[in-house]
């Protein structure tokens, strides 16, 4: 499926939607019956509540990328790779809501909580000194060789992101996770 920047940015932070195929790991499941309101229909209604909020920031700042003629690969649901993360990155798709947890480990990512925007992870892979994700971003490991759909630090995206509030996972030292945009703010 295929979708506009606003119908994206409306959809992509919907819990419901990425949660109904997503798979959601057996030690989590309270978390995901909480986020699905079973248990707590105002939690699921101030949610959603913040999911438009945080919709209307994500849209303002898919209008900053367009301004500075940002290209981004592709822009899809992961639900179109059956939600796995691996499949939507290696295809290079910009995704945002998924109901997962960090990669390797068992904690529930940012964008499970529908907090977290993955922009063109080919161009802007997750990296340490052993390993990078998607395998295809070998191609971008040198950062200094800047090409477009990166995002680097100095830059105009980041700039972006700095001024509209959202933290960049490419400042992070554990792991450069240079294609991750969080709202890490109160909303
Ligand atoms: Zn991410």
Known sequence: MRLDVWNFCQVAFEPARGMQRGRAPV???????ELRGERHPVGWLRRRRLAAALARRAVELFRRLYVLGF??????LVDDYGASDDASMA???????????VAGTDVLSQHALGRAIDLNPVENPWRKPDRIDPPAGAAFADRRDIRPGMIVRPGPIV?????LGWEWGGDWRHARDDHHVVWSRPL
């Open 71 to 76: 290209p981004i690969r592709q822009l899809t």
């Open 27 to 33: 030690d989590t499941c309270v978390v995901h019956r």
């Open 91 to 101: 295809a290079d798709n910009s995704s945002a809501f998924n109901f997962r947890v």
């Open 159 to 163: 700039g972006v992101l700095d001024e």
